[in-house]
């Protein structure tokens, strides 16, 4: 299973769960080499600082390096230093990487590696750096480096429930088995797993983590009160890595745990009840990071109970907060889930925009809007949120899912890196302008009329896919996807498949070239295989009602979610366009508003999300939308038994338990991709009476 915890009972591991990226073999090219690590005197190193020493202490002790004293840190191979200027050129401009405190810069010089920080947290990212890097570390050519991470704000969310709520369980859209974080109704007493998490996240670029669900329920919404020093011991596991928590917390807590009549943000008492929340809260947890809040969104309380819009409701919590330096993490996934669905005018796509552009510049410096990538809900293929363009004057985080909850549950081999990457370079304003990385790194072009200059970032949230589970993730290849997520907050820019690379070298250092070949061929296009035997063009929503899980085509279509595709007998697919449908397409930015309006020039992949066509409509690649379906929908299921067939042929160049895990994910994914295929073609079957061209059996 995994390393064996070190020698000096550091790093805090549970040795009978993976080590994921971590394993003890993936330091050994750093441990079995002299290091020292020199951090300023002059009092107790900061807790940071103490882990990139205890780090170093273990993997020395356990590889056979050893630790250089500070003093002597000219005969060391490796210097590990924070120093006031890590010499980069003096003056370097605020918001510039050298500039930035988490920044670390790497020389190789005359046979030494010297890695400089200005903090102890850039020092420690640096460490992890070196790691990734294993012998390159040491043996590539000289030169200088300094990297920076593209925004402060990198985060994790868990939607983790300390009670088990009856429907949605342990953890809400968590397949990985139970809480790291809470059993049965209480914060475990045992938080062993929640520092080894911290260790894994620092190691991958994370620095947030929100430990609870948005959906907050009255056990939960206790965190912030009566289990403030639960909460804070599960801050100190995370804070030894940098890592700052974050509690989900009910917008209606004055009322359910104040005893007040009103949540209204504008009523004095609960103005000053949150401040009296939030001074508790920090008093407990200096470091806290802040709230996060889902507000009149699927049954949650919020404001409009009290005529007040998002802007006052998020300014009130902001206000209290601020003193403290804290956040507020406001969500814009605020839509109409009880919509008739004969009502053809609402457009949920349209809704974030709708509810959030017209606030624009009305939110307080300490708040963050936090707006899904989609304007839907996490699909394998939606339009990107035009939200996200349309609050130059806001702070905003754009919100993705590591958890599968559209995309296979973690039964599914579904690598998500090139998904994620294409949707954070997504450039808005046309090839080359700005993307949706660069709004959430607080470059938007019209942002005060400056262009942005990264001062008013939001950064980047996902949902985490982690949860009690020995791999960590169910699908022992689903930690591929949130080592992902972390590498791409920190840069956008990365090369997803690259992403691949580093996570297979650190996971299985040392190993037989199959397990790389191996997994480049059932991951590298998984995402478009998942997508070919599901929803097809973009059309969303095919997926049971609830669980989200196998297919149900018009499982959604007469429901109040307002996810609708609108397949009758001549066609498919939902008329966002200003000309004829909802106007959704007038909510982007040129070019893209007229790209997505016109028949012409929409995107194939698209096609659904943004017209309805008949099935005879010819597809820009030459085909009419049906026999795409047909096709794609039996391709799907090929690649997937390709990918298994790869898998069988080098299942035991892997270690044995991860093998028989994957093995047994691979049989429901056949079974369950089987299902898709056949439940989708013989419904479009079904619905247009238009035979597949190549004759292939559709019920
Ligand atoms: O994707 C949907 C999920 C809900 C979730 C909601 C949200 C936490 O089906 O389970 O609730 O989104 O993002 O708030």
């Known amino acids: 299973m995994s390393s064996p915890a070190t020698a000096t009972g550091f790093p805090v591991v549970d040795p009978s ?264 809260v920090w008093a407990t947890i200096p470091d806290f990071g802040g709230f996060v809040v889902k507000a009149d969104s699927e049954g949650q309380p919020g404001p409009f109970a009290y005529g007040r819009s998002h802007a006052d409701g998020a300014n009130m919590l902001a206000a209290a907060v601020a003193p403290h330096g804290g956040l507020v993490h406001w969500r814009a996934f605020v839509y109409d889930h009880t919509q008739d669905w004969r009502d053809r005018k609402t457009d949920r796509a349209r809704a974030a925009y709708d509810h959030f552009a017209p606030h624009d510049g009305e939110f307080a410096d300490n708040v963050i809007v936090q707006i899904k990538h989609g304007p839907l809900d996490f699909q394998v293929r939606e339009a990107v949120s035009p939200a996200i363009a349309a609050l130059p004057r806001t702070r905003l985080a754009a919100e993705f899912q590591v958890t599968t909850e559209y995309l296979g549950h973690q039964k599914h081999a579904v690598y998500l890196g090139r998904m994620w990457s294409e949707l954070l370079r997504f450039p808005y304003w046309g090839e080359g302008s700005a993307t949706m990385a660069d709004v959430a790194a607080g470059r938007h072009p019209e942002s005060d009329g400056t262009g942005g200059d990264g001062t008013r970032a939001g950064g980047f949230a996902a949902v985490s896919n982690v949860g009690d589970d020995v791999f960590w993730t169910g699908h022992p290849f689903a930690q591929a996807n949130l080592y992902a997520w972390g590498r791409l907050t920190w840069d956008p820019t990365l090369d997803p498949i690259g992403i691949l690379d580093e996570w297979v070298s650190l996971t299985f250092p040392g190993a037989d070239p199959r397990v790389r070949e191996t997994v480049h061929a059932v991951l590298d296009e998984s995402w478009e295989t998942y997508e070919r035997y599901t929803a097809p063009l973009g059309v969303c929503f095919m997926v049971k009602p609830h669980t989200h899980y196998g297919p149900d085509p018009d499982g959604y279509e007469y429901s109040p979610w307002g996810t609708y595709h609108f397949a009758d007998r001549d066609g498919v697919g939902v008329d966002r366009t200003r000309a004829t449908g909802t106007g959704f397409t007038g909510q982007y930015p040129a070019p893209w508003r007229d790209v997505y309006e016109s028949l012409e020039t929409v995107p194939d992949e698209l096609l659904l999300f943004f017209h309805h066509v008949p099935y005879g409509h010819v597809l820009r690649s030459g085909k009419t939308v ?74």
């Open 17 to 280: 769960v993976h080590a994921a990226w971590l394993p003890d073999a993936a330091l050994a090219p750093l441990g079995s080499r002299r290091v020292a690590v020199v951090v300023p005197d002059g009092g107790a190193p900061d807790v940071v600082a103490q882990t990139v020493r205890d780090e170093v202490a273990a993997a020395t002790a356990a590889h056979g390096g050893a630790v250089v004293d500070p003093q002597q840190a000219g005969t060391a191979d490796v210097v590990l230093a924070v120093r006031a200027s890590t010499g980069a050129p003096a003056g370097a401009p605020a918001g510039s990487a050298a500039a930035d405190p988490e920044a670390f810069t790497l020389t190789r010089a005359l046979g030494m590696v010297t890695v400089t920080a200005t903090t102890s947290h850039g020092l420690l990212h640096g460490l992890f750096h070196l790691v990734r890097l294993g012998e390159h570390a040491f043996t590539d050519p000289d030169g200088t480096w300094t990297h920076a991470p593209t925004t402060a704000l990198r985060m994790l969310d868990h939607w983790d429930n300390v009670a088990v709520h009856p429907v949605m369980g342990q953890v809400e859209r968590g397949y990985s088995g139970g809480s790291i974080f809470y059993d049965d109704g209480q914060v475990r007493a045992d938080l062993t797993r929640v520092a080894q998490y911290s260790r894994l996240l620092a190691a991958s670029g994370i620095n947030r983590v929100a430990i609870n669900n948005v959906n907050v329920g009255p056990r939960e919404s206790l965190l912030l009160t009566d289990d403030l020093d639960e909460v804070a011991r599960i801050a100190a596991a995370f804070r030894p890595y940098g890592i700052r928590t974050h509690l989900s917390v009910s917008w209606a807590s004055p009322v359910r745990l104040g005893g007040l009549t009103t949540s209204d943000p504008l009523d004095e008492d609960v103005r000053a009840w949150w401040r009296a929340a939030a001074d508790r």
């Open 626 to 699: 049906i026999q795409h379906v047909y096709d794609t929908h039996f391709e799907g299921l090929e690649r997937v038994h390709a990918a298994v067939e790869a898998w069988q042929a080098a299942a035991d160049a892997f270690p044995p338990d991860v093998a028989e895990r994957v093995t047994e994910r691979f049989a429901e994914q056949v079974r369950s991709a089987t299902d898709w295929r056949d439940v989708v073609n013989t419904y479009f079957f079904r619905k247009s009476g238009i035979p597949d061209a190549a004759g292939r059996t559709i019920y």
